[in-house]
């Protein structure tokens, strides 16, 4: 049965659409360069507005509350509209909208950003809904439009999008993306809207109700988003497979955190959100303040944690072990260097807004680079290998 599974994964590979993504320097390396991240973090501190979901109940407003912008690292192009008008987007399992500027956005930030014109497209359709996104570091509105989206040769026809009117927040200003591209389950997104992987699959542009992401280790270039299949040639052994365990985000239960067999996190087990648009490892504060002292990463003036270089080549590998496998983070992944400063970081991420209690993690692009991920819709769950 096992084998029947590959060698299905493998047959539907060849009806498979491959987009490209590029790596971008985050707006975290940008502002440490310019030694403005102190100033920035403290003017405007990332919440994980997960909080908010259980207490507001207005249709008109969806929190994406895992979306923290100063740390997105990977984009690709789609077009709206006919003839089509291109945007660069995150694609990200952290969120379920899309969304573009518009020309009627009057923010600073959409004037440094590519703006959708609905006067220039024949294929466009206004709803009258308005929509207002509110993530960890920012917040967007504006109102929900319909028009064709293509990405790559996939056309997704009358798919509902949000056109920004407002981007009052500066890091969408500072940003180098112009939107987003939501890939989480559709409950997390506007109330009547469907998100574009669902369009795609309910219009039957897709062989296999799934997508996966590998994000390549080795320069700006070579990462990649699939739809509708998977391709093999981007990982080696098995897909192991891990159940969702609550369809909002991409979540999935964790077995425990360890370093040489010894438990330091995740101890009895905890949730995790497997999410493409953070590029490092957040848990809780407490937590994340025990691996910091493990490893003997010293906190800076902006709040970061600093590690000496060289540590890179004597600290042990971290294990995040999930449904009974380890997956290993070596210390080349966890310590990130910041070239031009010389100087190097500790990836993992303390936030007092995760609680200790529920003891919940967030596995960001320090954990994809190292394992190809496969987003299974149709059977709520998650394959994992060990990218090539």
């Not at 296999?208 to 320069?219: H, I, N, T, V």
């Not at 944690?305 to 072990?321: K, Q």
């Not at 807004?353 to 709520?380: A, H, K, P």
């Amino acid at each position: 049965m096992k084998w029947f599974g590959v060698l299905g994964l493998v047959t539907l590979s060849e009806c498979l659409v491959t987009i490209p993504l590029v790596k971008i320097k985050s707006l975290r390396e940008n502002l440490r360069e310019k030694d403005m991240l102190k100033e920035y973090l403290e003017k405007y501190p990332f919440r994980l507005t997960h909080k908010l979901l259980h207490k507001h109940a207005d249709s008109g407003v969806a929190f994406e509350p895992m979306r923290n912008y100063l740390d997105i690292a990977y984009m690709g192009i789609i077009s709206v509209g006919t003839p089509p008008q291109e945007f660069q987007v995150i694609f990200d399992t952290g969120s379920a909208d899309l969304w573009v500027p518009s020309i009627y956005c009057s923010s600073p930030a959409c004037s440094n950003h590519n703006t959708f014109n609905p006067l220039r497209s024949s294929t466009f359709g206004a709803s009258g809904q308005p929509i207002k996104l509110i993530y960890g570091t920012g917040k967007m509105s504006g109102f929900v439009g319909y028009d064709t989206i293509k990405i790559s040769s996939l056309v997704d026809r009358n798919q509902a999008f949000g056109l920004s009117v407002e981007e009052p927040d500066k890091i969408l200003e500072l940003a180098t993306f112009d939107g987003i591209l939501g890939l989480s389950y559709p409950s997390l997104s506007v109330k009547g809207v469907t998100p574009v992987f669902d369009n795609l699959w309910n219009q039957g542009l897709l062989s296999q109700k799934l997508f996966a992401f590998y994000l390549s280790r080795k320069g700006k270039k070579g990462s990649v988003v699939m739809f509708g299949g998977v391709d093999p040639s981007y990982y080696t052994g098995e897909l192991h497979w891990v159940p969702v365990s609550k369809p909002l985000y991409w979540q999935i239960s964790m077995d425990s955190i360890s370093i040489n067999g010894k438990v330091i996190a995740c101890d009895g087990g905890c949730q995790a959100i497997v999410d493409t648009g953070t590029s490092l490892l957040l848990g809780p504060q407490d937590a994340v303040l025990n691996i910091q002292e493990i490893i003997q990463a010293r906190r800076s003036t902006s709040g970061e944690y600093f590690i000496d270089c060289d540590a890179v080549n004597t600290l042990p590998d971290i294990l995040f072990t999930i449904d009974g496998i380890g997956y290993p983070v070596p210390a080349n992944a966890y310590i990130q260097k910041d070239a031009a400063l010389g100087i190097c970081f500790s990836s993992f991420e303390g936030n007092e807004d995760i609680s200790n209690n529920s003891e919940e993690w967030i596995l960001g692009d320090v954990f994809l680079r190292l394992y190809f991920t496969v987003f299974d819709r149709e059977n709520d769950r998650i394959g994992l290998a060990t990218a090539v």
